[in-house]
Nanobody
């Protein structure tokens, strides 16, 4: 089993910044892509940003230039600047974990951390 533990959420005014962290631990041989997703009230979960082991990144269009995803081994970060009220939601960490050799990929999710941006 693998655990993903997020931290760093909170309440911030529009224009402010937050930094989210997600640490993976447990039965990990290696980790492929890691990423952040968010779910606003009454809406479906959506991709915010992903990062590969080679540090290739992908962002939701509306956060480009404001959010930066980074990674250090089994920890992924999301630096969020110039936050807007529409960024409000529960942010979930995701990881594609290879649990052994031969390759065996399992998807894991964190429990989420709430980000609230006030106007």
């Amino acid at each position: 089993q693998v655990q993903l533990v997020e931290s760093g959420g909170g309440l911030v005014q529009a224009g402010g910044s937050l930094r989210l962290s997600c640490a993976a631990s447990g039965r990990i041989f290696s980790i492929d892509a890691m990423g952040w997703y968010r779910q606003a009230p009454g809406k479906q979960r959506e991709l915010v940003a992903t990062i590969t082991p080679g540090s290739s990144t992908n962002y939701k269009y509306s956060v480009k230039g404001r959010f930066t995803i980074s990674r250090d081994k089994n920890t992924v970060y999301l630096q969020m600047n110039s936050l807007k009220p529409e960024d409000t939601g529960v942010y979930f960490c995701h990881a594609n974990v290879n649990e052994g050799s031969p390759r065996y990929i399992v998807d894991y999710w964190g429990k989420g951390t709430l980000v609230t941006v006030s106007s």
